[in-house]
């Protein structure tokens, strides 16, 4: 009896032993019969960051969804790898994709959290991290885990561990928006792989249990002690000695936070800039996912040079109209230290420079302020440091010089102060009072030859205002278009010795629109006045007599063709820069006259590579036939052909370029003569002295200033009673720029075009004159048109008195002198 029941509780054992692996065949080939093939690893394209690189290399910014650097195997770090498997998977190198003792260890260990009612942690292997990561999802489920580790067996019979390595490692999230080992290596320590300490990459591999829970700003002492467990793993795998991981160990844990877009300093406006163009070009999913390769046309020197010399050039106009008072306030009385702690964090209460701190005002010292910083130091202001704040009145002007410092501020004010030490000649440990301009302006330099911008700066900071001044503002150019007028001139038989009237003009503006009477900033005249004269006094009456004469229909071309404008209308106003544009487009068109009258693109790129390194834009479209022929066998050196559109006769150009000398030498520009290099430029102001330019250049380099507010209105007056203009705002802006750019270059004259000819003429009447002889100029001629060789344009004058205005009478003393150099303006239209 006992035999029969034996035999068939065997029997029905079997039978459920059957039916059981039945049932597991049946779920296996259910859970199984869709896995992803493991060939897809092999095609592996993850996103990968965007980086902006100046011309020398530097990063300037960086841009991605998901930050990552891929990093091949063969360059990652032995160090690394052994940090990583010893974290998170010791027995890597010897296992076939699962680990049977590491299940055995975590299934005992997950019974106890089970219990807990904690979620079970698993054994995953790196390899199964990788199939889980790339091919499956994270769910909780015992299902996944079987497809997990099937998948895991297929890849390492599939792959070579290091690659199954580097998978792992450019695809594990490490926090801080950081994909893979290289993104988190620059991240956290501002270091390439090859660079990091024992200490370093044991934090790194610490990290992909719980990024968060691991944040060493958050939760340091967590950080630093899983950290620690990583080495002694390290250690008992034989890959550091007892000395080394004891050393590591007692290691501080330092970690910094690299935030994405810009990376440079004071880079902020190009870089934006260049991520505009680069987002209209590949679309976001090209500039954030793609991992573009961009190599900026930036000089990281001149970029500095123009920054200074911009906010160098804002804060001396802030400081000649005034102090506006403090903007913020805290009590003295309670814990200002962490409530100034809190404004400095503030992004909207950023001066952008990093010299500048916040302080409080404690109270006086005789003449000095005494403040308090954040960190809880104090200081002094004396009262060098706050003499030039007179207070603002209306309209730009400003009051009497402060004796005592309660005229000044009261305690509780929070102010920007600089210390003095980095202000040249300043007095060490004492402090400076600042203030953000409420004036703003741009700066942009350029290759004249090529269209490369090798400087950009859209304000004064771009804490303080995003708005990109130098290629978003529209503002009225003034004066500095004058040179596109007299380009037409001089194409249209006009020589820089030919005269125009310099006397009141009245133009009939048509029906009920009245008349037009433009106006000199000095108001008065110089009577018959030769061209060069004219554009390096600036006199507008003259220009807009000029332009008159000529045609508007010759010289809107000009302008166009120039780039300063896509279409202009033909009114006569606008040959006095009345039209809006922006600082790029006048920039580009004064380097096609240095450069000899050819077509150029700004551009701020000049290469685009995709992530494998092929090059999918170039700003230089030349072809170099030969230029990459492996060896020389007697050819000839390739040459590269110039396929620059000629847009001018090139002795106009050149013509020009010398009038705009004079404008230096003798002109409203004479203060950026300080360079004491050949420069050339052209001062401008618009109505009301709302905008003020200077543009202008060297024979290697152009540049332009802008300065003006955002809600336009007026400038004001300078400190001699004057107007503000371009020849006391900008013109300081770019000779501070072009005296540093120019600094380490010899002299360098412009570059004559051929068939000019050099006559030496009389400066004020424009006759011949033999050199040497006082008042005696040499001017640029095209061959053939010096005086004497062509007069009839010259003897073909208007009477005088055919310029007044109807029923007025002749202006005093035509022939006045010269007024002195200052920019002059229309007195209505600009």
Same mark, same amino acid.
């Given at each position: 009896?006992?035999?029969?029941?034996?035999?068939?509780?065997?029997?029905?054992?079997?039978? @459920?032993?059957?039916?059981?692996?039945?049932?597991?065949?049946?779920?296996?080939?259910?859970?199984?019969?869709?896995?992803?093939?493991?060939?897809?690893?092999?095609?592996?394209?993850?996103?990968?960051?965007?980086?902006?690189?100046?011309?020398?290399?530097?990063?300037?910014? #960086? $841009?991605?969804?998901?930050?990552?650097?891929?990093?091949?195997?063969?360059?990652?770090?032995?160090?690394?790898?052994?940090?990583?498997?010893?974290?998170? *998977?010791?027995?890597?190198?010897?296992?076939?994709?699962?680990?049977?003792?590491?299940?055995?260890?975590?299934?005992? !260990?997950?019974?106890?959290? =089970?219990?807990?009612?904690?979620?079970?942690?698993?054994?995953?292997?790196?390899?199964?991290?990788?199939?889980?990561?790339?091919?499956?999802?994270?769910?909780? /489920?015992?299902?996944?885990?079987?497809?997990?580790?099937?998948?895991?067996?297929?890849?390492?019979?599939?792959?070579?561990?290091?690659?199954?390595?580097?998978?792992? @490692?450019?695809?594990?999230?490490?926090?801080?928006?950081?994909?893979?080992?290289?993104?988190?290596?620059?991240?956290?320590?501002? /270091?390439?792989?090859?660079?990091?300490?024992?200490? #370093?990459?044991?934090?790194?591999?610490?990290?992909?249990?719980?990024?968060?829970?691991?944040?060493?700003?958050?939760?340091?002492?967590?950080?630093?002690?899983?950290?620690?467990?990583?080495?002694?793993?390290?250690?008992?795998?034989?890959?550091?000695?007892?000395?080394?991981?004891?050393?590591?160990?007692? %290691?501080?844990?330092?970690?910094?936070?690299?935030?994405?877009?810009?990376?440079?300093?004071?880079?902020?406006? $190009?870089?934006?800039?260049?991520?505009?163009?680069?987002?209209?070009?590949?679309?976001? *999913?090209?500039?954030?996912?793609?991992?573009?390769?961009?190599?900026?046309?930036? *000089?990281?020197?001149?970029?500095? $040079?123009?920054?200074?010399?911009?906010?160098?050039?804002?804060?001396?106009?802030?400081?000649?109209?005034?102090?506006?008072?403090? !903007?913020?306030?805290?009590?003295?009385?309670? *814990?200002?230290?962490?409530?100034?702690?809190?404004?400095?964090?503030?992004?909207?209460?950023?001066?952008?420079?990093?010299?500048?701190?916040?302080?409080?005002?404690?109270?006086?010292?005789?003449?000095?302020?005494?403040?308090?910083?954040?960190?809880?130091?104090?200081?002094?202001?004396?009262?060098?440091?706050?003499?030039?704040?007179?207070?603002?009145?209306?309209?730009?002007?400003?009051?009497?010089?402060?004796?005592?410092?309660?005229?000044?501020?009261?305690?509780?004010?929070?102010? +920007?102060? #600089?210390?003095?030490?980095?202000?040249?000649?300043?007095?060490?440990?004492?402090?400076?009072?600042?203030?953000?301009? %409420?004036?703003?302006?741009?700066?942009?330099?350029?290759?004249?030859?090529?269209?490369?911008?090798?400087?950009?700066?859209?304000?004064?900071?771009?804490?303080?205002?995003?708005?990109?001044?130098?290629?978003?503002?529209?503002?009225?150019?003034?004066?500095?278009?004058?040179?596109?007028?007299?380009?037409?001139?001089?194409?249209? &038989? $006009?020589?820089?010795?030919?005269?125009? @009237?310099?006397?009141?003009?009245?133009?009939?503006?048509?029906?009920?629109?009245?008349?037009?009477?433009?106006?000199?900033?000095?108001?008065?005249?110089?009577?018959?006045?030769?061209?060069?004269?004219?554009?390096?006094?600036?006199?507008?009456?003259?220009?807009?007599?000029?332009?008159?004469? =000529?045609?508007?229909?010759?010289?809107?071309?000009?302008?166009?063709?120039?780039?300063?404008?896509?279409?202009?209308?033909?009114?006569?106003?606008?040959?006095?820069?009345?039209?809006?544009?922006? @600082?790029?487009?006048?920039?580009?068109?004064?380097?096609? +006259?240095?450069?000899?009258?050819?077509?150029?693109?700004?551009?701020?790129?000049?290469?685009?590579?995709?992530?494998?390194?092929?090059?999918?834009?170039?700003?230089?479209?030349?072809?170099?036939?030969?230029?990459?022929?492996?060896?020389?066998?007697?050819?000839?050196?390739?040459?590269?052909?110039?396929?620059?559109?000629?847009?001018?006769?090139?002795?106009?150009?050149?013509?020009?370029?010398?009038?705009?000398?004079?404008?230096?030498?003798?002109?409203?520009?004479?203060? =950026?003569?300080?360079?004491? !290099?050949?420069?050339?430029?052209?001062?401008?102001?618009?109505?009301?002295?709302?905008?003020?330019?200077?543009?202008?250049?060297?024979?290697?380099?152009?540049?332009?200033?802008?300065?003006?507010?955002?809600?336009?209105?007026?400038?004001?007056?300078?400190?001699? &009673?004057?107007?503000?203009?371009?020849?006391?705002?900008?013109?300081?802006?770019?000779?501070?720029?072009?005296?540093?750019?120019?600094?380490?270059?010899?002299?360098?004259?412009?570059?004559?075009?051929?068939?000019?000819?050099?006559?030496?003429?009389?400066? /004020?009447?424009?006759?011949? #004159?033999?050199?040497?002889?006082?008042?005696?100029?040499?001017?640029?001629?095209?061959?053939?048109?010096?005086?004497?060789?062509?007069?009839?344009?010259?003897?073909?004058?208007?009477?005088?008195?055919?310029?007044?205005?109807?029923?007025?009478?002749?202006?005093?003393?035509?022939?006045?002198?010269?007024?002195?150099?200052?920019?002059?303006?229309?007195? &209505?239209?600009?």
């Amino acid at each position: 009896m006992l035999s029969r029941v034996l035999k068939y509780f065997g029997l029905a054992m079997a039978a @459920l032993a059957v039916v059981a692996i039945g049932a597991l065949g049946v779920y296996l080939v259910t859970i199984t019969r869709d896995l992803p093939s493991v060939q897809k690893l092999k095609d592996y394209n993850p996103p990968i960051t965007t980086r902006v690189y100046a011309g020398n290399g530097t990063v300037l910014g #960086e $841009y991605a969804r998901q930050r990552r650097i891929f990093i091949p195997a063969a360059f990652i770090p032995k160090l690394v790898k052994e940090a990583f498997t010893s974290a998170e *998977d010791r027995n890597f190198y010897t296992h076939p994709g699962i680990d049977p003792s590491g299940i055995l260890r975590a299934a005992i !260990k997950d019974v106890g959290l =089970v219990l807990q009612g904690r979620r079970p942690q698993g054994a995953s292997t790196i390899t199964q991290q990788v199939a889980r990561n790339f091919l499956l999802n994270s769910d909780v /489920k015992f299902s996944r885990k079987i497809r997990e580790a099937i998948l895991a067996v297929r890849i390492d019979a599939t792959y070579p561990k290091d690659k199954v390595l580097e998978l792992y @490692l450019n695809e594990i999230y490490l926090g801080e928006n950081c994909y893979g080992i290289g993104a988190a290596s620059l991240n956290y320590f501002g /270091k390439s792989l090859d660079e990091l300490d024992i200490a #370093e990459v044991a934090f790194l591999a610490a990290l992909p249990k719980g990024p968060a829970n691991y944040d060493p700003r958050r939760y340091h002492d967590a950080a630093v002690t899983r950290r620690n467990w990583v080495i002694d793993q390290m250690n008992d795998n034989g890959y550091i000695t007892d000395e080394q991981a004891a050393a590591a160990k007692a %290691e501080p844990l330092v970690t910094q936070t690299r935030p994405l877009g810009s990376q440079g300093a004071d880079v902020d406006y $190009y870089v934006e800039e260049v991520r505009r163009l680069l987002i209209n070009k590949y679309h976001y *999913d090209g500039l954030y996912d793609s991992g573009l390769q961009v190599r900026a046309s930036l *000089d990281t020197r001149l970029q500095n $040079y123009a920054v200074s010399a911009l906010r160098a050039g804002l804060v001396r106009y802030d400081r000649r109209h005034g102090w506006r008072g403090a !903007k913020l306030h805290t009590d003295i009385n309670g *814990d200002w230290k962490a409530a100034l702690a809190k404004m400095a964090r503030d992004p909207n209460r950023q001066s952008g420079i990093e010299s500048w701190r916040l302080a409080a005002v404690l109270g006086y010292a005789g003449k000095s302020i005494k403040i308090g910083l954040s960190d809880g130091s104090t200081g002094l202001i004396d009262y060098d440091g706050y003499k030039w704040a007179k207070p603002e009145l209306a309209n730009q002007r400003w009051g009497a010089t402060p004796t005592k410092p309660d005229q000044v501020v009261k305690p509780g004010d929070v102010v +920007f102060v #600089e210390p003095m030490d980095k202000v040249d000649g300043g007095k060490a440990g004492a402090f400076g009072l600042r203030q953000i301009p %409420e004036v703003n302006g741009a700066i942009v330099a350029m290759d004249p030859h090529t269209g490369r911008v090798l400087a950009l700066s859209g304000g004064f900071s771009y804490a303080s205002s995003q708005f990109d001044r130098a290629m978003q503002a529209m503002r009225q150019p003034g004066s500095s278009f004058k040179p596109f007028v007299y380009a037409a001139a001089l194409d249209n &038989g $006009y020589t820089p010795a030919s005269k125009v @009237l310099d006397a009141p003009f009245v133009k009939d503006m048509g029906p009920g629109q009245g008349v037009w009477r433009p106006e000199n900033f000095e108001h008065e005249f110089l009577g018959p006045t030769t061209l060069r004269r004219g554009i390096e006094m600036s006199r507008n009456v003259m220009t807009v007599r000029l332009a008159d004469e =000529v045609g508007m229909d010759k010289i809107v071309p000009y302008a166009v063709r120039f780039g300063v404008y896509d279409k202009m209308t033909p009114y006569l106003s606008n040959a006095l820069g009345s039209a809006e544009t922006t @600082l790029l487009r006048v920039v580009t068109g004064y380097s096609e +006259f240095v450069n000899g009258g050819k077509k150029i693109e700004p551009s701020l790129i000049d290469r685009i590579q995709d992530r494998n390194g092929r090059t999918i834009w170039r700003h230089d479209t030349r072809k170099c036939e030969g230029c990459n022929d492996a060896s020389w066998h007697g050819q000839e050196e390739p040459l590269l052909t110039d396929n620059r559109e000629q847009i001018i006769d090139p002795r106009t150009a050149y013509q020009i370029v010398s009038m705009l000398e004079g404008v230096v030498q003798r002109g409203t520009g004479r203060s =950026v003569l300080a360079v004491g !290099k050949p420069v050339a430029g052209k001062t401008g102001t618009s109505q009301d002295a709302q905008s003020v330019w200077f543009v202008g250049f060297s024979p290697d380099l152009a540049a332009g200033v802008y300065v003006g507010f955002d809600n336009p209105r007026t400038l004001g007056r300078y400190v001699n &009673g004057s107007e503000e203009q371009g020849a006391t705002v900008a013109a300081p802006i770019f000779r501070d720029f072009m005296k540093a750019a120019l600094a380490d270059q010899p002299p360098t004259p412009f570059r004559v075009a051929p068939g000019i000819e050099q006559v030496s003429i009389d400066y /004020k009447s424009g006759q011949p #004159e033999p050199p040497g002889t006082p008042g005696a100029i040499m001017e640029a001629f095209k061959a053939g048109s010096a005086p004497g060789e062509n007069d009839d344009l010259m003897n073909d004058m208007t009477p005088v008195s055919n310029y007044y205005p109807p029923g007025g009478n002749p202006p005093p003393n035509l022939n006045a002198p010269p007024p002195a150099a200052v920019e002059q303006g229309t007195g &209505g239209l600009y």
